[in-house]
């Protein structure tokens, strides 16, 4: 039996799978508590000829970004039933980084993610948060498709 799971959600489908293995998981009494985690990836800032960083987003862009991390939080949250013990955290970095982080800080022992189905040309040149995860976490690591 699990503690404590943080659930990974992006607006995927299978993040969405995701959140009802944890709801099942739940259901069934395998797991206490859930965190569900939606992290705004921001844009790698330039870097101009002198050294410096340009990375100027508009309020408009990052109010944009939240409210679809909230949204995306909030269709999650509907797939939970009533009666579990759920919590929800929009974080704002590298998806991989900020999941491993949290996860190890926040006393988790269980991640649950889903797989986004790269090919392996995209696996390639951008990677797989999942992968990522995987290959980091400091506890188990339920990847769904």
Do not use: W
Not at 119 to 132: A, C, E, Y
Request: proline share 3%; aromatic share 4%.
């Amino acid at each position: 039996m699990f503690q404590k799971a943080l659930v990974a959600v992006d607006g995927s489908s299978s993040s969405f799978k995701a959140v009802n293995i944890a709801s099942q998981m739940m259901g069934a009494g395998a797991l206490n508590e859930t965190t569900l985690l939606c992290v705004m990836h921001m844009p790698v800032p330039t870097f101009l000829g002198d050294g410096t960083a340009a990375l100027e987003l508009p309020g408009e862009y990052f109010r944009l970004m939240r409210d679809s991390a909230q949204q995306i939080i909030d269709q999650a949250s509907e797939q939970m039933a009533s009666n579990h013990k759920i919590s929800s955290q929009i974080e704002l970095g590298n998806p991989a980084e900020v999941i491993l982080d949290l996860a190890q800080h926040g006393g988790y022992d269980l991640i649950i993610i889903g797989s986004r189905g790269l090919n392996q040309i995209q696996r390639l040149f951008m990677g797989s948060v999942s992968s990522k995860v995987v290959s980091l976490a400091h506890c188990p690591v339920l990847v769904v498709k």
